[in-house]
Nanobody, 124 residues
């Protein structure tokens, strides 16, 4: 079983950047597809980005494409989300998640393990 702990959230202004990090423990990290999701108040949890086991392929939600970059370090059991050109609509709790499947997917139900989340707030 994998334990995930996110860090790096905070309050920044529109146009600024933030880098989120997720540290994994308790499992074989390289066996999991890793994803980032977010949930704003009153809204459903939504897909942000995902990365394959090797890190060779990534997938992004249209709303963040070109602004966010997901990466992973299998030697350090970490996955990161670099967020640039942040907008107020990016405000949400951001979650790291692990999927033991074979194909990158944007579906919440496919991810078995979740972190506790980290708050990201963008002021206008």
């Amino acid at each position: 079983q994998v334990q995930l702990v996110e860090s790096g959230g905070g309050l920044v202004q529109a146009g600024d950047s933030l880098r989120l990090s997720c540290a994994a423990s308790g499992g074989t990290f390289r066996r999991y597809i890793m994803g980032w999701f977010r949930q704003a108040p009153g809204k459903e949890r939504e897909f942000v980005a995902a990365i394959t086991r090797s890190g060779g392929n990534t997938n992004y939600a249209d709303s963040v494409k070109g602004r966010f970059t997901i990466s992973r370090d299998n030697a350090r059991n970490t996955v990161a989300l670099q967020m640039n050109s942040l907008k107020p609509e990016d405000t949400a709790v951001y979650y790291c998640a692990a999927d033991p499947g074979l194909v990158v997917t944007p579906y919440v139900d496919e991810y078995n393990y979740w972190g506790q989340g980290t708050q990201v707030t963008i002021s206008s």
